[in-house]
């Protein structure tokens, strides 16, 4: 019959261990004899009562299972204590017979039952309890009788903690009890009080299992809209790790690659010419770019500190140049073109730019070192569009790995397109950026993508979580 609080109850028996001719010997430290066994059975079925889950002590009413602020549950208990008072006052003639202060025990009886042994009563057993109180009230019957409204104040609590299969048969069975004893008021003691005020009783009720409902709706959309949040906030956190994952890639594999050609270059120039001057200079140009990947790694790893609120300045289209002298000086033969204003490239795109350009020319340095390499950006009226291109060699392997696929989420990001592939002979890279001169430009040219992009979202947004147990 109740839900409980607390620790199991210690001590019990199971039930299998007992028989009818239970001794103190079977048990040790227990009294003997068939008491024992009286004992041990009144425990149990005690235990079975409370769910083998009481415990003496003070349980605030905030610690309820209900999930509503401790505020609400004593203003719905005063509020039907309070109106159980006035029916039993009413009733003060009737004093004698103890009904009036039996069905104010009634009303009253949950509230000591949890505070003191953590008893939290099921709501069926709640409103029944309420319902046999009013029954109580109406068969002593008064002017002006107050009893009725208890009934309304049942209603709402039942129906804002607990389901519409439980609440709405409570509801129905309470306006029948109203109307029963409305008749039965009438037929038997000539009293026709309560039968006037039926139809607005029986009003009330409805309006009280309304805004119960209306409280239960409102506490579940909010945990739904608790859960949409923290979805929406894992979301953000993996897109924002792919974004550093992203930039960690491009920086390592940069700074590591031509860090090894020029390791190599010296190598080579100590084995074969034995030409120092020339090993100390590519080793020095392997220690600088290799501080310049410190820096560059230090600045990424501080994008996830939340702590910092300045950054240093990301690459851009103008350090696109000295990128590609740091592959050249390293070994790698790079034939380059720039068309256009590159002014007009934003930071962002500049940046996109900047990392594509890493990311292909790393890769040439580690399958294809002696290819020779083809770089173009030109920047046109309406787009910003980068080519490079490399022989592929014979029997080599093709592939997409991490960096190509953090090069297409970089395009797409920014609403361009890239293509990434072998084409005549030779591996190209190819990705165009759209520009706007101004902030808030948009290329009228461009087709309009917003509607797809929210059918998209639609089709792979924030899911709507659904509790367990949402009314309906």
């Given amino acids: 019959m109740y839900r409980t609080a607390g620790a199991d109850y210690p001590g019990e028996v199971p039930e299998s261990h007992l028989t009818p001719g239970s001794a103190a010997g079977d048990h040790p430290g227990r009294p003997g004899g068939g008491v024992a066994a009286v004992t041990v059975r009144a425990g149990l079925v005690w235990r079975r009562f409370t769910n083998g889950r009481l415990r003496l002590g003070w349980h605030p009413l905030g610690d309820l299972p209900f999930d509503y602020p401790p505020k609400v549950v004593l203003s719905a208990d005063l509020a039907l204590l309070v109106l159980g008072l006035v029916a039993c006052l009413q009733r003060h003639e009737y004093f004698p ?24 009563p099921r709501p069926l057993v709640l409103g029944m309890a309420t319902m046999v109180a009013a029954a109580l009230f109406f068969a002593q019957p008064v002017e002006s009788d107050f009893a009725p409204f208890v009934l309304m104040v049942v209603a709402a609590e039942i129906a804002a903690i607990a389901p519409k299969r439980v609440s709405i048969p409570l509801a129905l069975l309470a306006t029948v009890e109203l109307v029963a004893f409305a008749v039965m008021s009438q037929a038997l003691w000539g009293n026709d009080n309560l039968r006037t005020g039926v139809p607005m009783y029986a009003l009330g009720i409805l309006l009280g299992w309304l805004v119960g409902v209306m409280l ?13 949040q923290n979805v929406r906030a894992a979301q953000a956190a993996a897109a924002e790790r792919n974004r550093i994952a992203r930039e960690v890639h491009d920086v390592i594999a940069h700074s590591l690659t031509v860090t090894l050609l020029h390791v190599t270059a010296a190598r080579h120039a100590l084995s074969t010419d034995s030409d120092v001057e020339e090993a100390v200079d590519a080793l020095a140009d392997a220690e600088r770019l290799g501080r310049q990947a410190m820096a560059d790694i230090r600045r990424t790893v501080g994008l996830l500190d939340s702590g910092r609120t300045t950054a240093g300045p990301e690459p851009g289209v103008d350090d696109i140049s000295a990128l590609i002298d740091d592959f050249a000086n390293a070994g790698l033969t790079v034939r380059r073109r720039f068309t256009g204003d590159l002014d007009r490239i934003s930071a962002a795109v500049g940046l996109a730019l900047y990392r594509i350009c890493q990311e292909s020319l790393a890769n040439i340095a580690k399958h294809a070192s002696g290819a020779a390499v083809e770089f173009a950006l030109e920047v046109g009226a309406r787009s910003a569009v980068v080519r490079v291109r490399n022989p592929l060699s014979p029997g080599a392997r093709i592939g997409h790995g991490t960096g190509v696929a953090g090069m297409r989420q970089r395009a797409e990001g920014l609403g361009g397109r890239i293509l990434v592939g072998p084409e005549a002979g030779s591996w190209i890279v190819r990705a165009e950026f759209p520009l706007h001169d101004r902030p808030g430009q948009v290329d009228e040219s461009a087709p309009d993508t917003r509607e797809e992009h929210c059918a998209l979202m639609k089709s792979i947004g924030v899911p709507q979580v659904r509790r367990p147990g949402l009314p309906g």
């Fill in 216 to 228: 239960q709706y409102q506490r579940l959309y909010l945990y739904q809209e608790r859960e949409n």
């Fill in 97 to 120: 017979t103890v009904l009036p202060l039996l069905a104010v025990v009634l009303l009253f009886l949950s509230v000591p039952a949890y505070v003191l042994f953590g008893i939290v």
